[in-house]
T-cell receptor, first 114, second 111 residues
Framework: GNSVTQMEGPVTLSEEAFLTINCTYT??????LFWYVQYPGEGLQLLLK?????DKGSNKGFEATYRKETTSFHLEKGSVQVSDSAVYFC?????????????FGSGTRLQVQP | EADIYQTPRYLVIGTGKKITLECSQT?????MYWYQQDPGMELHLIHY???????EKGDLSSESTVSRIRTEHFPLTLESARPSHTSQYLC??????????FGPGTRLTVL
């Protein structure tokens, strides 16, 4: 079955530091890949996505590249801000099944200190 | 503005009560989903719907039930709540571009 593995948190960084959150996946076929962000007390917001190999998703300074050869979709940001503190979820959607529900990683909590 | 809504946002109830968590979306999406988020943050699919009068169980076994009588409405019901049902419940709908949009969630506590 499908699965997503992402690095455990919490990840604690100082403002303006470089961020990497690792994400690898196991899936049949060629899934679509997503990063979602969850701020305290809220639902999930789509941060970025990639639908095929070598696609790069980007939004609000965050980037992730779909690497089929390493089955990875690592999230990066060059300079984090305190407002980036949240929980980040890597997810995949299997395009080969009709329901196309998301399979999530376990989430990584990011804490950015001023 | 197109959006997805969940009510209530927070609910504290006693064991044995019947509850319904509401979810509505104004985006006209056919596919909708319910996810359960445990305190450790992991999310698991518990129900999904392809469209009106179509519902299926998800990957995580749940004692809840759902209905889909209207495209925009996908309520979840627990006939008799128990402390093990304490969790956050997230509703989502999916666009034709394979993006899922989430509501703000309902945090349920069963005493």
């Amino acid at each position: 079955g499908n699965s997503v593995t992402q690095m455990e948190g919490p990840v604690t960084l100082s403002e303006e530091a470089f961020l990497t959150i690792n994400c690898t996946y196991t899936a049949t076929g060629y899934p679509s890949l997503f990063w979602y962000v969850q701020y305290p007390g809220e639902g999930l917001q789509l941060l970025l996505k990639a639908t095929k190999a070598d696609d790069k998703g980007s939004n609000k300074g965050f980037e992730a590249t779909y690497r089929k050869e390493t089955t990875s979709f690592h999230l990066e940001k060059g300079s984090v801000q305190v407002s980036d503190s949240a929980v980040y979820f890597c997810a995949l959607s299997d395009k080969d099944t009709g329901r196309r529900a998301l399979t999530f990683g376990s989430g990584t909590r990011l804490q950015v200190q001023p | 503005e197109a959006d997805i809504y969940q009510t209530p946002r927070y609910l504290v109830i006693g064991t044995g009560k019947k509850i319904t968590l509401e979810c509505s979306q104004t985006m006209g999406h056919d596919k909708m989903y319910w996810y359960q988020q445990d305190p450790g943050m992991e999310l698991h699919l518990i129900h999904y719907s392809y469209g009106v009068n179509s519902t299926e169980k998800g990957d995580l076994s749940s004692e809840s039930t759902v209905s889909r009588i209207r495209t925009e409405h996908f309520p979840l019901t627990l006939e008799s709540a128990r402390p093990s049902h304490t969790s956050q419940y997230l509703c989502a709908s999916r666009s034709g571009y394979n993006e899922q949009f989430f509501g703000p969630g309902t945090r349920l506590t069963v005493l």
